[in-house]
């Protein structure tokens, strides 16, 4: 119950005790303590610091997928190529950088290969006005395509240690991993922009009422556009992390990501349609679900079991979304 | 936040509320009603890491190490990454580490990749071999090879020699020029046809590209050209099917003998109709067997290259081929008597 309700701004007439709205960010927060209670009992030392923190390195590359993710089916999308574009970006840079290009230069052309990949989806949905969901499932064919054509299916491997470091080493006495830092920039980013901007109000209206916010004067396909290219930039991000903590470039990483990132920005309270969710809902969502996979695993549950429960929990959350709303908007 | 979290509640939605509550309980239990053990049995656990969990290959070699956990009292966690994906398999090496299972054996994806989670595994204090695929050696205390490259070229030239005689022409289809257990697998059957069998003679080696149907036809064009073949080596079980098929379409079996590598639940029709007689392979069940002797020396500090052997319970005694690595075996011969005893 980590959740302060500074904005309840409640009617006092609509309930009899209007001091505490009990929301789906609280529930949420509530079962997060729930299953790490559970995991202490059924895993030793599951609680420790130094295994709750050790365990992000599992679904950092996840969060930063789910933040951008937030954006995108708030405003009523969807990207279903994230995993694909992932695995583009890697496959680029580590080819470039296998091919003599300085390292730094290397990630440089993956990012922009993200962003481009990200502006690609944004233009096609926003200028061509194609369906989000066709869009983004012929990119993630042809991003995947594009990566297992370019790599030949070979990986690269031979990073230098600065690099891997990005994603295997730990700081604050070898308890914090060292790409936790870069989640939780992004997580406040992504808060300020979603929740502050103008950009952000945007992104709600025009998943609430995409007419409505164009007849407002707001440039939708820009923003459109803008919401897609972002994405890609986290995607890129994400790709840099993963491909340092696996040292490992290659065309099949990452593959069927797409589908617990959606699971999770779905459980954080976002409404699959568009027009509601939170980024601190999403971090919640991310943080309920990764660690029950993890601690399951840890338990001795099969890994296979894990597909099962992110598919579960994507319709709970769907489910739960629709249990919690009220009048329709 | 949207608007919905600043409505406050009201009557009807608490009972909602509660049956989600108890939907989300109830998975929570449910989930845990899946354990098959509770995590701290008082036996040690060793974690049994195929490459991907449904493959019945990893499924038999998971057999084998299961029953050799029975035999010495472990408890075998049979976890993996549920398609050949590298991240995943990383993932649950970091996760085995953080659970505190006492020896982590691995079939890797990667050599380079599963490296720092190992190492770090072995830092505190886990014992890891590798089987089937190895890792940078720094990485584990032990490899086991399931089946020396020679012993392997070495039966398949005595099978041809067998069932073809020790001259006349001979034809090879192997799935890949480059692939270096391919490579050198044909180099080990070449070897040994020219140093035991002299008169023998490989005509030509066609590319089936790992491909069925086009392994077949350059096979099928080939025996047309040179009906005098007597034998086909084939270097991959996918070759072992076309060139199967392609004997059949023939209506040549038992006049041409094919020797080579084969997966018994693909050429199981051909062992059956007499097309093939032998193949050679590798017993996966014995290699998840022999991996956990290898974790169960490896725990109680008996593990030691001086000795030359390892102890592996029904397999006997395993040879060091290096100081860090351990022979299975000799290779394994399919024919239609024990064929059935394997699944995979």
């Known amino acids: 119950m980590s959740q302060p309700t500074t904005r309840s701004t409640a009617p006092a007439e609509a309930s009899p005790r209007p001091r505490f709205a009990f929301t789906r960010t609280h529930g949420l927060a509530l079962l997060l303590v729930i299953e790490l209670a559970g995991l202490g009992v059924l895993v030793p030392g599951y609680l420790e610091p130094g295994s709750l923190l050790d365990t992000s390195r599992t679904f950092i590359e996840t969060g930063i997928l789910a933040l951008g993710m937030t954006f995108v089916i708030v405003s009523g999308g969807i990207d279903l190529s994230v ?9 680029v840079m580590g080819l470039s950088y296998q091919a003599g290009l300085p390292l730094p230069a290397a990630m440089f052309l993956g990012i922009m290969t993200g962003i481009a990949g990200g502006l690609v989806n944004g233009a096609a949905v926003a200028y061509l006005g194609l369906h ?44 914090v991993p060292a790409q936790l830092p870069v989640l939780v920039v992004a997580a406040l980013a992504c808060w300020l922009l979603l929740d502050r901007t103008t950009f952000g109000r945007r992104v709600y209206g025009i998943g609430a009422n995409e007419l409505a916010t164009r007849f407002s004067g707001v440039p939708v396909e820009r923003v459109k556009l803008a919401i897609y290219g972002l994405m890609g930039c986290l995607v890129a991000v994400a790709a840099m992390i993963q491909t340092a903590r696996v040292s490992t470039a290659r065309a099949n990483a990452s593959i069927g990501l797409e589908l617990p990132v959606i699971a999770m920005v779905v459980l954080g309270g976002t409404k699959i349609t568009g027009g509601a969710g939170t980024i601190p809902g999403t971090v919640l969502g991310v943080l309920v679900l990764a660690y029950l996979q993890d601690g399951l695993v840890s338990a001795g549950v099969r890994n296979d079991w894990g597909l099962v429960i992110v598919g579960a929990f994507l319709i709970l959350g769907v489910l739960a979304n629709e249990l919690f709303r009220r009048a329709p908007r | 936040m949207s608007n919905d979290e600043r409505r406050p509640s009201r009557l009807l939605n608490t009972t909602r509320r509660q049956a989600m509550m108890g939907l989300g309980g109830g998975l929570l239990a449910g989930a845990s009603g899946l354990l098959a053990r509770p995590a701290f049995a008082a036996n040690q656990t060793v974690a049994f890491v195929p490459k991907f969990t449904s493959d019945p290959y990893f499924v038999s070699a998971n057999q084998g190490a299961q029953e050799a956990g029975k035999e010495l009292g472990l408890t075998v966690q049979y976890n993996g990454p549920v398609d050949a994906n590298v991240a995943g398999q990383v993932d649950i090496v970091d996760r085995l580490v953080r659970s505190r299972v006492d020896a982590i054996s691995i079939c890797a994806l990667d050599p380079t990749a599963l490296a720092p989670s190992l190492m770090r595994a072995q830092q505190k204090g886990i014992k890891v071999n590798t089987w089937d695929a190895d890792v940078k050696s720094d990485a584990r205390q032990v490899f086991l090879n399931q089946a020396s490259y020679d012993a392997i070229g070495e039966t398949i030239a005595d099978i041809m020699a067998k069932g073809a005689g020790t001259s006349g022409d001979f034809l090879m289809v192997t799935g890949s020029l480059t692939a270096s257990n391919m490579l050198a697998w044909m180099k080990a059957i070449q070897e040994t046809v020219a140093k035991k069998y002299p008169d023998m003679h490989i005509k030509t080696t066609l590319l089936g590209e790992q491909d069925i149907e086009k392994g077949k ?46 997966v018994p639940n693909a050429i199981r029709p051909y062992i059956k109709d007499g097309i093939i007689k032998d193949a050679v392979l590798w017993s996966p069940v014995d290699i998840g ?31 060091f081929t290096a100081k860090d690595e351990v022979l299975l075996g000799p290779p394994l011969v399919f024919n239609k008597d024990n064929i059935d005893k394997y699944n995979f």
């Open chain 1, 132 to 175: 989000p969901f066709v869009v983004t499932l012929a990119t993630m064919a042809i991003y995947r395509g594009a990566a297992y054509a370019i790599s030949n299916a070979a990986a690269v491997s031979d990073f230098p240690p600065w690099f891997t470091s990005i994603g295997q080493s730990y700081f604050a006495g070898g308890l």
């Open chain 1, 83 to 91: 995993a694909s574009l992932l695995a583009l970006v890697s496959v």
């Open chain 2, 289 to 319: 067997y022999a991996a956990l002797y290898i974790s169960k020396a490896q725990l109680d500090g008996t593990f030691d290259p001086a000795k030359g052997v390892v102890k592996a319970g029904r397999l006997g005694d395993l040879k």
């Open chain 2, 217 to 262: 036809n350059v096979t099928l064009n080939y025996l047309r050209a040179n009906p005098d073949t007597k034998g086909v080596f084939t270097v991959d079980g996918i070759a072992e099917i076309s060139v199967a098929e392609a004997v059949k379409q023939l209506g040549m079996s038992g006049k041409i003998t094919i020797a080579g590598i084969g």
